[in-house]
């Protein structure tokens, strides 16, 4: 058996590299591991964090708009953006700091620098070599920039989350969950915003009675979604201010422009190919269930191999491949049933899958919808609504997604998801006590299925189904 440096070296610091360090180190393994930038990652540096910082931040405009319909006055609110983003930012500093010393109590080798792969036991790291018995590939995903005249100006998520000063307008080019949650987060804080998708809704990939109602909901707080559109080119004027032409023939001006035009997996130029490391056609490193590549010392997890890229997949799927090579313990996780969320203003949460996939997979269906204004905006007046899905299999009663647009989505179905990964039914769920007077209650108490488009159209030729 050859000696190696370490049991096991990591390159990439983010939530799924400190995961498997971690836990493969309270095996006693001997972990080093490689991170280029600060310790935490995208998640916690660019990503899920600073994000709903600055969600929760934003949010407030509407509470104290809503506090007036229960009798408050509030003198009108002012918001010092230069405040919120040192207080965002001292905090994302303390959770570096957490993060190094959770890596140093797992007894982790925490190595400065970019590290990059030369043979299937060596990674280099700042000109000097380090053997490992396995390597992990946990680089995560960069922004994607299409080539187009000008794109130098814009700003991603990345340059979103460190703006200096607050622009008056913004235009954020795609509808996917980055371009709606930084749409609602700016939309909250007085900037006005203009969003350019390609479809006739956001978030591509959603159930369709999701994708829609959000629309409509943006829509309502004076977001400008522009469909069917995309930027052609932009230019920087003298005073700083962006032009942007669209393939519509408008131009646009804006202070900032916002690119969310999806991300891409961090494998350039760090010696996977030159190994003989298979990578998708979109740079993904192609991985088993195990996450083995297809060099058997070299393991990949988390947005590098682009499977369910969401912090808590590449934590799992860390900890799952720490069980295997060090706890005697082999593990795989399964990719079914995850739930996710967009902090869009309302939010949306979702676990299981959309009713078009549904009906392709599962044929027939029960589809229940409910959309209601909840209690909490009775009082303040606000238009906002909350909408509810439930998609049932209808030979089995199985449920096989749990739906929501509303506050608290996110909070709601993470409790859902528990019950769906253990198969729950619909008349398990009819069986269930509600907790009144909450929104949560409707999802255990709808009664009216949705008529069947396909079913109505065969009985009356030209029907169309309508949601509730
Ligand atoms: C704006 C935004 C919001 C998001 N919001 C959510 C959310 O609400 N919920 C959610 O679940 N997910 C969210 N995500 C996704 C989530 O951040 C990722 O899925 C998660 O961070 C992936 O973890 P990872 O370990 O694969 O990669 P990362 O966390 O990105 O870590 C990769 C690390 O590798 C380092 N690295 C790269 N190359 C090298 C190299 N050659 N040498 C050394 N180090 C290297 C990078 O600097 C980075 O620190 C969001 C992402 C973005 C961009």
Redesign the pocket.
């Known amino acids: 058996m050859p000696q190696y440096d370490f049991d096991l070296f990591t390159?990439?610091?983010?939530?799924?590299?400190?995961?498997s360090s971690r836990r493969a180190g309270s095996y006693g393994a001997k972990v080093a591991i490689?991170?280029?930038?600060?310790?935490?990652?995208?998640?916690?540096?660019?990503?899920?964090v600073?994000?709903?910082l600055l969600v929760y931040g934003a949010h407030f405009r509407h509470d104290f708009e809503d506090s007036a319909g229960y009798g408050w006055s509030v003198p009108e609110p002012t918001l010092d953006w230069k405040k919120l983003q040192a207080a965002k930012d001292k905090e994302l500093d303390r959770l570096n700091g957490v993060y190094k010393r959770l890596l140093r109590d797992s007894g982790v080798q925490l190595i400065e620098?970019?590290?990059?792969v030369v043979d299937p036991h060596t990674v280099e790291?700042a000109g000097k070599r380090y053997t490992a018995a396995h390597i992990l590939i946990?680089?995560?995903?960069r922004?994607f920039l299409p080539e187009m005249p000008g794109i130098e100006h814009v700003i991603t998520?990345?340059g979103a989350?460190s703006l200096k000063e607050l622009p008056r307008r913004i235009i954020i080019v795609g509808g996917g969950?980055?371009g709606v949650?930084?749409a609602g987060i700016f939309n909250a804080l007085g900037v006005k915003v203009v969003v350019l998708i390609r479809g006739d809704t956001v978030l591509r990939g959603f159930d369709d009675d999701v994708r829609s109602f959000l629309t409509q909901e943006m829509r309502k707080k004076g977001i400008d979604i522009r469909s069917e559109v995309f930027v052609r080119d932009l230019e920087k004027r003298a005073d700083g201010t962006l032009s942007v032409l669209t393939t519509m023939g408008d131009t646009l001006e804006a202070d900032a422009v916002m690119f969310a035009t999806g991300?891409v997996p961090?494998t350039r130029?760090?010696g996977l190919e030159e190994l003989g490391v298979k990578l998708d056609k979109r740079g993904a490193v192609m991985v088993d269930a195990g996450s083995r590549s297809s060099v058997e010392s070299i393991y990949a997890?988390?947005?590098?191999?682009d499977r369910l890229?969401?912090?808590?997949?590449?934590?799992a799927e860390?900890r799952a491949l720490a069980e295997t090579l060090f706890n005697d313990n082999p593990m795989q996780l399964d990719h079914s049933g995850v739930p996710?969320?967009?902090?869009s203003q309302p939010p949306v949460s979702t676990v299981g899958i959309t009713e078009l996939a549904a009906r392709e997979s599962h044929g027939k269906l029960d589809v229940y919808v409910s959309s209601f204004r909840p209690m909490k905006y009775t009082l303040s007046g606000r238009e906002e609504r909350a909408m509810m899905k439930t998609i049932v299999e209808r030979d089995t009663q199985r449920v096989l997604g749990f739906h929501m647009v509303g506050v608290d989505a996110p909070e709601i179905v993470q409790g859902l998801a528990v019950a769906l990964k253990c198969g729950v039914t619909k008349q398990q769920l009819d069986a269930t006590v509600g907790i009144h007077p909450t929104a949560a209650e409707e999802f255990v108490t709808m009664r009216d299925k949705r008529p069947d488009p396909q079913e109505s159209a065969e009985r009356e030729p030209g029907h169309e189904a309508v949601n509730n």
């Open positions: 390159i990439g610091a983010g939530s799924g590299g400190v995961a490689c991170e280029e930038d600060r310790v935490g990652g995208t998640c916690v540096l660019r990503g899920c600073p994000k709903k620098g970019r590290g990059h790291v946990s680089t995560g995903s922004p998520s990345d989350l969950y980055i949650e930084f991300r961090h130029g760090i997890v988390g947005d590098v191999t890229n969401l912090t808590p997949v590449a934590i860390g996710s969320a967009v902090f």
